[in-house]
């Protein structure tokens, strides 16, 4: 008998002030009538480590293996997951042209997926989303107390 998977839709951000600097994540969780949110951040990083970071820690939340349409503002997590990961796999984690930027947090992501059936989107940042812009403060007050 084949189980369903439970349906999730996931929010995440990542915010730096100034990038690089001190840094912060978050992420909204819903499911059914559920929601969850996480954020954290670090003294020291860059937007794309924590928009990875956001990415990473929303899915390892996931107790089960779940259905997940995930939606985020950042090109370099959306493409990165949908069109370079494949190659930088087959190349031993190394681009084209040599290293790999964040390749701890690239490994972390592609194991974090793993279990899951993932619809990932592309949304604007600023543009009025509303679980966008929830997911862009929450980042941004975890900078500050962090």
């Not at 974090?112 to 993932?118: E, F, R, S, Y």
């Not at 949304?123 to 989303?129: E, K, M, P, Q, T």
Request: overall charge neutral.
């Amino acid at each position: 008998m084949m189980t369903e998977l439970t349906q999730v839709t996931i929010f995440t951000d990542g915010a730096c002030d100034p990038n690089p600097g001190p840094g912060g994540w978050a992420a909204l969780l819903r499911s059914r009538s559920q929601e969850k949110e996480l954020s954290g951040s670090e003294p020291a990083t860059t937007n794309n480590r924590m928009e990875l970071t956001a990415a990473i820690r929303a899915l390892e939340a996931l107790n089960l293996p779940c259905q997940v349409d995930f939606y985020t503002d950042s090109e370099y997590l959306k493409r990165g997951i949908t069109e370079w990961m494949p190659n930088w796999r087959a190349r031993n984690w190394r681009r084209k042209g040599g290293a790999l930027a964040n390749v701890d947090l690239w490994k972390a992501l592609d194991s974090a997926i793993q279990p899951h059936q993932i619809n990932w989107h592309w949304v604007r940042g600023h543009a009025g989303n509303p679980d966008n812009q929830r997911v862009d403060g929450l980042a941004r007050q975890a900078i500050y107390q962090g």
